[in-house]
């Protein structure tokens, strides 16, 4: 299971003190924390599911990035090379991310099997990527590939 590779992972990083690991690591962790004690007032008391796991590590990934651009922008280097950092960590725990041509061929096949014709469709296209390839692909750029593809 996904969070019991990331508790190993810590365990490793403090044994090794990897300050760096241990503190992304650690926010992983407070934010699957935070997840699962909203999911308890909803009846869920097993915490959440692996895919919405996967979903807020890819969210994590989507901060950091808006945060690179911003440091970059403000001429923090540095900064920016630490959010890198923390991608690096997080992109770990991720399975293989599908490059564009898999991202296309997706979304042809989302499109087809929902029966998508236009633009007004697209919650469809996006429900049935994000059933099928939870974790998997960058669902900003799926968005503008269904977009295209729907106009």
Do not use: W
């Not at 041509?101 to 099997?113: E, F, G, N, P």
């Amino acid at each position: 299971m996904l969070r019991d590779q990331i508790n190993a992972t810590l365990k490793d990083a403090m044994k090794a003190k990897e300050s760096a690991n241990v503190g992304t690591l650690r926010l992983i962790l407070a934010a699957l924390k935070d997840r699962d004690i909203a999911a308890r007032s909803t009846g869920n008391c097993d915490g959440i599911s692996e895919d919405e796991v996967l979903g807020l590590l890819q969210s994590m990934i989507k901060q950091r990035r808006d945060s690179i651009e911003m440091y970059t922008q403000g001429n923090r280097p540095e900064l920016a090379e630490a959010e890198q950092a923390e991608i690096a960590i997080i992109e770990q725990f991720l399975p293989q991310q599908m490059d564009d041509s898999q991202i296309a061929a997706a979304v042809d096949a989302a499109i087809a099997s929902s029966n998508a014709t236009s633009i007004k469709d697209m919650g469809k296209v996006m429900g049935a990527l994000k059933g099928a390839h939870a974790g998997q692909m960058d669902f900003g750029k799926a968005s503008q590939v269904v977009k295209e593809k729907l106009a």
